[in-house]
Every structure is written in C-alpha cells, then in structure tokens.
C-alpha cells in the first residue's frame, strides 16, 4: 500500500549501470512514485551509452552532467561537483547508485555530506560485492559506497557475510536479487527474435564471445598479450566475436598487439541487445567484465573469467562460471575453456540463484517504501 509518493534520483553513468537502472524506474513508475534520471556521461560514446537506453527504452535523462573520460580523482571530483546542486534543488527523498563505477562513489560521497542538511537517504544497488582486491578501482568504488548507504540492496547471500565483517548494521541490507536479469528476461525474446548471430554471419552454438576491458588484464602488455594469444588459439577452432572496448583498443596499439587480433572477429562496442543475443548462443563466453558472469550464469551458458578472483562468487558456485587459474596464462585460459565447452550450455534459468527471476527492481522499490 503506498504511503506517500516517493522522489528518486537514479544515477546512471557507464555501461554496466543502465541494464540496472531500467527496471527500477519502470518499478517506480508502476508504483506511483518519481524517478530522476540522471546521467552523469561518464561513459558518452553512442555505443557505450546511447544506444543502451534505446535498447532498454529508459527516457531521456532529466540531468546530463557530461562529464567525460578523466583521471579516477578528476572524474570523480567533477561528478560530485556537478551533481551536489541537482541534489540540492530537487530534494529526493532518495538517491540510488548502481554499481561500482566512479560516478556511484562521486554522487555517494556527495549524499554522505549533504545528509544532515537535507535529509536525503541513499539507497546502493549491487551493494555488499567484494573481490577484496583493494588494487581494483571498482572495489574502492563498493565498499566507500556501501559505507555512505543507508539501504544496502544485495543481489546474492553472499554480500551479507561481506558487510557484516565490515559492521553494517545488518537492519540497512535488504536482500532483492539481480536487477540486471530483470532486464536480461525482459529482452530475451525480442533479442532472439533478431538471431543477431546468424546476421553476423556465425552458426548458433558454434562461436566464442569475448569481452576484455579490466585494467589489470588490458593496461598490462604481458596480461594482454596472454589473453589474445589464448583466443587466437581457439579461434583455431571456433569463430572468436571480440566486442572491442575503446579503453582496450586504446592499449592494443600502444603495445604494438595489432597482429594478435588477426585470428579474431573484432567488432565495434555492441549494444545491449546484439550482447544479449551474441551471449545467449554462444558455445561459451571469455570475459573479465562483472555484468558478464552474471548474464551467462543466468543464460545457462559456459564462462570463463580472466580474473584473480570474483566478486560473484555465485556465479561459479551455483552458476557456469569458471575463473581461469591465475596467474592467467595461455595454456590456463585454453583448458579452462575446453573444460567450459564440455560442460555444455544448460538453458535459461537452470543454473540462476535465488531473486535472479525478474522481480529484483519490484523488492528494491518495496524496500526504499519500507525505510520510510
Ligand atoms: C568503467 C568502470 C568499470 C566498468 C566499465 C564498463 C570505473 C572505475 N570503471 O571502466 O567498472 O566495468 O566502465 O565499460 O568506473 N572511453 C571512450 N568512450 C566512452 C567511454 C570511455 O572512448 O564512452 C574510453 C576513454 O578513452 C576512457 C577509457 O575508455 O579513458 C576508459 O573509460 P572509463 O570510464 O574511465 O573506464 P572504463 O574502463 O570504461
């Protein structure tokens, strides 16, 4: 039963955050209540953000910050200066960040300071993460702005255990599920309608998607190399799709790694629904991405992740993740990968963990009405 409308900033800023911050307006929205979008243009190519909130039919932002690539301390500082008087003259009575990106943290710390004077309460989506690798500017991002939050929105059991270690009073954490496979079964049926691999040219079930992005695998020559090299060598065998993120494509050629993507299908950055498609069929995936694990684990489709460590550990505990052994290496990829494959794919939704159903955004909306 709704008590009062609530007013709710919803901050947006890479490409990771707008698969998250779709369904909670739309949940808003059914509910009665108002929600403020604001996009802080942390990420501002059309590929990396236009064109997902086509693809996920978010409006246009009501706030625009442009505030572009930087230094982690520029970027950060310009959001929280920019967003600190939007904050003031519509007074929400929430603020909701998702995810762990610069621009969660920037406008967490700018709620934390202005919470006295303005009574404003901040809610985190994706709260209670942890890969405990402090080297990780995503990691700082989570537990700073777990630490601001008044609502701790959790996706999996796990970050429980992680925010009760760090003394969060356990009355802030609300257990919702995944928001991000809210949106992931809602544009299933139209993304495979579009059989975005056949339009590429690739045979269902018979290809490798890979994404690669994480500075700790792209901003290191050796680590890139490794990580090319192992999909050159299964491009051997199947079709290797690399969506290419501008950041890695960036390092590529610094590092003189062109002829590593030779083997590859390098594309441009794809959108939301093309991943979605590219994902849902493919043999496995490769990746360092979070949101990855996350989609493939509830598409029923083998992952391998080139990292140290996750902070979804349920992805590989109750998912089809599979971390390669580390310190990475060719050989590692490679039979973690074969490994992946013979498992095979098992479907939608065989393998998802508790609250990855599709109703995650309708419990957050119930917990931010119930913190009245
Ligand atoms: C950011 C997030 C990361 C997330 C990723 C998804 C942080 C600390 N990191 O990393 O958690 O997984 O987004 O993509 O917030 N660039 C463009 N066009 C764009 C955006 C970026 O060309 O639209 C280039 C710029 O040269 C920029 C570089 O990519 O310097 C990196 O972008 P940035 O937003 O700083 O970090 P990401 O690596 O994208």
Redesign the pocket.
Known sequence: MLGSRLTVILVA????NFMKIAPILRALQRSGHRGIIVHTG????D???GSFFRDLDIRTPDYHLGIG??S?AV?TARVMEAFEPILLVEKPDWVLVP??????LACALVCAKLKETTGVRLAHLEAGLRSNDWRM??EV?RVLTDRCSDLLLIPSHDATANLRREGIDERRIAFIGNVMIDTLLDRLPTARVLDVPTSLGLTPSDYVLATL???SNVDDRAMLSICLSALGVIAGERPVVLPM???TR?QVSTFGLDALLAPLRVIDPIGYMEMLGLSDSAAAVVTD???VQEETTALGVPCVTLREQTERPVTVTEGTNQLAPWPLSTDGILRTYRDAVSRGRVGVGARSPEGWDGHAAERAVLALEGMR
């Open positions: 800023g890479a490409r990771p942390q990420h501002y190519d590929s990396m953000s690539s930087a982690h970027q995810g762990d990106v610069n621009s969660t500017p995503e991002n992005h994480r500075p993120h501008p950041r960036k991405s979070g949101g």
